[in-house]
């Protein structure tokens, strides 16, 4: 998988190095709500006037008398109007919430966007989209990849960002979400095939270095989500694993190198103790040797030291199912 997917990339809208987050003008929602109050509030006034409601109540006159029917297309119109001022201001009426974003577009093209919060007014000429800027967190499944030794792996990477364009969010790409993924898993592949996952001789970096590995996956995908308009945040391994065909043979390897490790430094320890004896003796005077007593001396100092310490541990070599081999 290459790093862009040609799927994924939508260009139908200006190109993601052309686009950038405005605000758009939205108005406080209690202003639409009085337009509205107001508007109802008149239309009934008209109708009262115009003696177009119930003529008496509980027996009362309470309407003055009825005008000429050709009188009435006028107020028919007013309370046409009113009607559309009402629902022109009722349909403008949206809540803002925190973490979230309003996108608004017209005809297809980018018009701003609202992060104001509480009630609300933006124009129904508008069509409005809701975008989620919160702090987000993604588990990847586990990633197929390679090192730089060509072992086949399992990693599993923690996400965390979010979206910080929301122009570029919505009209960069097709889908944001998806980009990401998509990325998460080509910068995975990318940066795995640069160490090995583990080195036996202890040579150089490995991909056990998680504070390392953080860092590479994490400056790489932030470059490559920039252009869309996300903010990474981190990247974090959370399990590296060989693949299951080559699990058993790795691991078997890894405790031979273990043990190997572990006798070296029993060697060590000993053939340390050997010299300080042997040190201590000549500073003291209490032997004088020659160079074949010397090296017969270090033999059996050395067999001595080695057998107190007892035999060498054998580390259990199990494969990953558990059982011994």
Known sequence: MTST???????????????GEHPARALPGWAAVLTVLAAAA????????????????????????PPDRAGLSGVWGAIALLA?????????????RP????VLTRHGAYRGSVRATGLLWISPLFVRRRMDVTLRHWRSSPIEAVDSAGTPLHATVLVVWRVRDTA??????????????????????????RFPVDDFRDSGPTLRDTDRLAEALTSSLAADLRPVGVELFSAQPVRLSYAPEVASAMHRA????????????VVDDVL??????MRGLTDRGM???????????????????????GPVAEVPRKDLSGHRG
């Open 42 to 65: 008149t239309a009934g006034w008209v109708l009262w006037r115009s003696a177009l409601l119930p003529v008496a109540v509980a027996g009362q006159q309470l309407l003055p008398e």
């Open 272 to 277: 340390n103790a050997v010299a300080e004896t």
């Open 5 to 19: 997917n040609a799927d994924t990339l939508s260009l139908a809208h200006p190109a993601p190095d052309e686009l």
């Open 168 to 193: 570029r969010a919505s009209f960069a790409t097709d889908s944001h979400s998806r980009y990401l993924r998509e990325q998460v898993e080509a910068a995975v592949t990318r940066v795995v095939s």
């Open 254 to 265: 890894q405790l031979a190198a273990l043990d190997a490790r572990h006798r070296r430094a």
């Open 287 to 309: 032997v004088e040797l020659d160079d074949y007593e010397r090296k017969a001396m270090v033999k059996d100092l050395t067999v001595a030291f080695y057998t107190a310490r």
């Open 84 to 96: 559309s001022l009402a629902a022109f201001a009722g349909g403008g009426l949206c809540r803002g």
């Open 99 to 102: 973490g979230s974003v309003w």
